[in-house]
DNA sequence: CACCAGGGTACCT
DNA sequence: AGGTACCATGGT
């Protein structure tokens, strides 16, 4: 389980400063400093856009990139601390966001009460950009599971399939996400060992793909988003869903726009009302009410409506 | 204990 | 094009 959001924030009110560099001690290259503004690492860190983050005693630990990383956001600043000698921290920065400016983001958004109220609850919850093949094989193993249950699945594959990691003395230890080629060589019951169920065949045939060379996920990043859309559609267990998923999460394609249960919900309760409306006509409303950074619109909707979900549930 | 979970697919009309 | 059963597992 996930812990407490309870920091609460006053430190974004104001301003609208442009990230600044970084500060490290010159002789201690495990850690580093970041200042930041409208940032909420907790918002962000478990928002259902990734599943490899833990939250123990106020501090977050996760994997970026291959390395142990911990996270702690105290006043203005994330402090970030690893387990080996870091020289040059753009890839830490570049998977958090912190250079986007999160206002100008905002002030694309049609000015509606539901969004207002659920910009306000999460204001500082930052998209990631993530790895392409761990995000594109977490959200193929997300189809009907809770969150929690997507989080034990992939922490399972991890450790069974995944490289350990170093980490800092007297921390756990620490697994890689398995790649496409360590995936593609294991059995399908291999797989349904890590809880997947019926994934597992889905799972198995897209990493054997990737693998292989039909789909190269790095070249995606250089096309337009309809046409890597269609490309990531073409593999096992990814539909329309799911590959939105990857392109906000992991390429960064702020247009997509992810229709699952929850913001099919939240739409429903407040830009419809009335007559059920029907899917496809959700996807239009979407895509042409939200801007062009609809895909921040509906991880704030989402995040809040899940929110209101869990206090309403622990009343 | 029912009900449901960040869906996709095959198959139906 | 639009609806439906089925898939496996476990949290709430």
Redo the contacts with the bound molecule.
């Keep these: 389980l996930t812990g407490d959001a309870s920091e609460t924030s006053a430190w974004f009110a104001g301003f609208n400063c442009s990230h600044t560099a970084a500060s490290s001690d010159m002789n201690d290259n495990h850690q580093v400093t970041f200042p930041v503004r409208d940032y909420d690492l907790d918002a962000t860190l478990d928002?259902?856009?990734s599943f490899r983050w833990r939250k123990t005693g106020g501090v977050w630990r996760g994997i970026v990139a291959g390395r142990w990383v911990e996270l702690q956001h105290t006043g203005g600043s994330i402090a970030a601390r690893t387990a080996e000698p870091v020289d040059d921290w753009r890839w830490l920065e570049e998977y958090l966001q912190l250079q986007i400016d999160i206002a100008a983001v905002f002030a694309t958004f049609p000015n509606d009460e539901p969004l207002r109220r659920a910009v306000d609850e999460c204001r500082g919850l930052r998209l990631l950009k993530q790895d392409h093949w761990e995000c594109l094989a977490s959200f193929i193993l997300?189809?009907?599971?809770?969150?929690?249950?997507?989080q034990?699945i992939v922490a399972l594959l991890c450790e069974r399939h995944g490289n350990a990691i170093p980490t800092p003395g007297g921390e756990a230890h620490a697994f890689s996400f398995p790649t496409p080629s360590q995936l593609a060589a294991l059995s399908e019951s291999d797989l349904?060992a890590c809880?997947m169920?019926?994934r597992a065949p889905?799972l198995l045939a897209t990493a054997r793909k990737i693998a292989g060379g039909d789909l190269n996920l790095e070249r995606l990043r250089t096309v337009p988003v309809e046409q890597a859309r269609e490309q990531l559609?073409q593999l096992?267990?990814?539909?329309?869903?799911?590959?939105n998923?990857v392109l906000l999460y992991s390429y960064g394609f702020q247009t997509a726009f992810?229709?699952?249960?929850?913001?099919i919900r939240a739409l429903r309760e407040f830009y419809f009302k009335r007559p059920k409306p029907?899917?496809?006509r959700m996807k239009r409303f979407s895509a042409e009410y939200f801007g062009p950074h609809s895909g921040y619109a509906?991880?704030y909707l989402?995040h809040w409506i899940r929110t209101r979900q869990r206090k309403a549930?622990s009343r």
């Design positions: 928002c259902g856009q997300s189809s009907t599971k809770q969150i929690v249950q997507i034990q349904r809880k169920g019926f889905y559609i096992p267990g990814v539909g329309e869903k799911i590959a998923c992810p229709l699952d249960v929850w913001v029907t899917l496809a509906q991880q989402f549930a």
